[in-house]
């Protein structure tokens, strides 16, 4: 299973950018998907989680409202749309797969990882 991430990039503060992590070597059906990031010098957090059919999603309170995932397992790709950006997301951020229906934002639960893709929000 490979991860690769993609749509990074730098963005003014209130902009948007929509992240796109496209998974190969098995079939998408059956994987949860998570967002996480992680600023310099901070712990890897979660930002958001889609289960395997879709039907499910979390967020962390500091994304709620802004950003939006998505998925679609034809194109074997999930998304993150992130809108009204603020400096403090800032951060490389990572996709991760985890072979189960329902999903989590808990990094240590997640077995498969992508390179992860930088964000950063100028002021």
């Known amino acids: 299973l490979q991860l690769v991430e993609s749509g990074g990039g730098l963005v003014q503060s209130g902009g948007s950018l929509r992240l796109s992590c496209v998974v190969s070597?098995?079939?998408?059906?059956?994987?949860?998907i998570g967002w996480f990031r992680q600023a310099p010098g901070k712990e890897r957090e979660g930002v958001s989680c889609?289960?395997?059919?879709?039907?499910?999603?979390n967020y962390a309170n500091t994304v709620k409202g802004r950003f939006t995932i998505s998925r679609d397992n034809a194109k074997a790709t999930v998304y993150l749309q992130m809108n009204s950006l603020k400096p403090e997301d800032t951060a490389v951020y990572y996709c991760?797969?985890?072979?189960?229906?329902?999903?989590?934002?808990?990094?240590?639960?997640?077995?498969?990882w992508g390179q992860g893709t930088q964000v950063t929000v100028s002021s």
């Open positions: 991760a797969a985890l072979a189960e229906a329902g999903c989590t934002v808990v990094p240590g639960d997640y077995d498969y």
């Open positions: 889609i289960s395997s059919s879709g039907t499910n999603t």
């Open positions: 070597g098995v079939t998408l059906d059956y994987y949860a």
